[in-house]
């Protein structure tokens, strides 16, 4: 900071305030020098606090967030925005829940206020779905969102440790004023975590507020309970139940036969192909999995459709997955493609008009078979719920034959680590051969 300096320009006195940030020389002009000694003034306060100087401007950093300063409305769709381009369609709906659930909170004044329900439906549905903003919203939709414009907390509110809780608070409860799972909590949390750190990366925070508040983390359920796994003989009864319900679990029957023998998510088996599929007369076959098509809605995928076109999870978009099949699988899927045949691109699996078959449609087939397979008991309970414990089955049925966890981890489509941690569980009725094998060694040795 240099001392000020008069200036004459055209018989007009000035006083010149000269700085340096860096390796930049900046230096602005007023018309007397108690006011150039005032500025001075605040610069050196900036200075003396150790406060950052934006090298490019010359200004304090508080002073470039203030000038910059936006509603955490506006903050939140220019991170949804920003996310946009490079997030598979589900992604962007987990997005658009999280910061959905922290808008409401983030507001100066709830008089006016709009129905819970109207609000989230506006704030998840318009709001932060990037393919609906150059559409008009209903007028209800439109009010709300008019209200949260209007009352959103500007971004420099946010440094406040209370308010950051009570964000955090109403990530733990659903709509309907029930908890949340643990998961659905951890993952709200990491994405508004990173919608702060987005913050203070465009120079709208001088840190992440977030880190302030002494809050746990809920512990996240990740394991696979036993009780939702059936055994070999449950998912072979369940397959032929499926089979029983005429035309179309006929047809689905090699569908959920490959979510348990080969271990395939539904998203990827709806995309399975005649030319991915290696089936021998005899022996055992081989699946090549290049991709999946979760049904997330048409107003989040990119071309509008209601299934989005993603690659392996949590792989790199064009790389594959070997998985080899057993006998009874190979038959089921040459029975299927001589009785169906295949679509135009190859599917085997499809829905009367060709489409790729909907969850709501198998998901009815899956309770009627639990319904004519299980016990009232067994139908209340957790077990195989949901086609997608199949999956469950499997994978805990290859790890308890004793198949070595990187061969199922491979197969699965899991890192070794998340296999251990949610897949090594006993299938139903496992425990007892667990303790038989238990009682033949303590006999072995006299026990």
């Known amino acids: 900071m240099w001392a000020i300096r008069q200036r004459t320009d055209r018989n007009q006195t000035s006083a010149e305030l000269r700085w ?118 209903p007028e209800e939709l439109r009010k709300a969102l008019e209200w949260v414009d209007r009352n959103a907390l500007p971004m420099s509110a946010l440094d406040d440790p209370l308010l950051m809780r009570r964000v955090l608070t109403a990530f733990t409860l659903r709509l309907d004023g029930k908890p949340a799972a643990p ?36 512990p996240a359920v990740e394991q696979v309970e036993p009780a939702c796994v059936v055994n070999p003989r449950q998912a072979r009864e369940l397959l032929e139940a499926v089979r029983a319900q005429g035309k179309r679990g006929v047809h689905l029957e090699a569908f959920f036969g490959c979510l348990y023998h080969a271990g395939l998510r539904p998203a990827e088996a709806v995309w399975l192909r005649a030319p991915n599929c290696d089936l021998p007369a005899e022996g055992w076959g081989n699946l090549v999995i290049d991709g999946s ?42 029975r299927h493609i001589e009785l169906h045949g295949t679509g135009p691109d190859g599917r085997l699996f499809r829905t009367a ?21 299980f016990t009232p008991a067994q139908v209340a309970s957790p077990l195989a719920s949901r086609p997608y414990d199949l999956r469950h089955a499997a994978v805990s049925l290859w790890l308890n034959s004793g198949v070595d966890p990187a061969e199922v981890a491979r197969r699965a489509g899991h890192s070794i680590a998340v296999l251990l941690r949610v897949y090594a569980k006993c299938l139903d009725g496992a425990t007892a051969q667990a303790n038989q094998r238990i009682s033949q060694a303590l006999e072995k040795w006299g026990q």
Do not use: C
Request: no cysteine.
């Open 20 to 137: 340096k940030v860096g390796g930049t020389a900046h230096s602005a002009t007023f018309r007397t020098k108690t006011l150039a000694d005032g500025r001075r003034a605040e610069l050196m306060r900036a200075i003396r606090a150790g406060e950052p100087f934006d090298e490019l401007s010359g200004l304090p950093m508080s002073e470039i967030r203030a000038r910059d300063d936006v509603s955490w409305y506006v903050h939140a769709r220019d991170y949804i925005e920003m996310q946009w381009p490079t997030s598979p369609a589900k992604t962007r709906t987990t997005l658009a829940d999280a910061l959905a659930t922290a808008t409401p909170v983030m507001v100066s004044s709830h008089r006016g206020m709009p129905e819970p329900a109207v609000l989230r439906t506006a704030l998840y549905g318009w709001a932060f779905n990037v393919n609906r903003w150059r559409d008009e919203p």
């Open 353 to 373: 008009r060709g489409g790729i078959v909907q969850e709501s449609g198998y998901g009815v087939v899956w309770a009627r078979a639990r319904e004519g397979v």
């Open 183 to 218: 998961s659905t909590v951890r993952r709200k949390r990491a994405i508004f975590h990173h919608t702060l750190g987005y913050a203070v990366e465009a120079r709208r925070l001088p840190h992440n507020p977030l880190s302030q508040v002494q809050w746990k983390v809920p």
């Open 293 to 334: 098509r979760p049904r997330v809605g048409r107003s989040w995928t990119d071309g509008g459709a209601a299934h989005d076109q993603r690659g392996l999870k949590w792989r790199p978009r064009k790389e594959t997955r070997s998985i080899p099949i057993p006998p009874v699988l190979v038959d089921l899927l040459r």
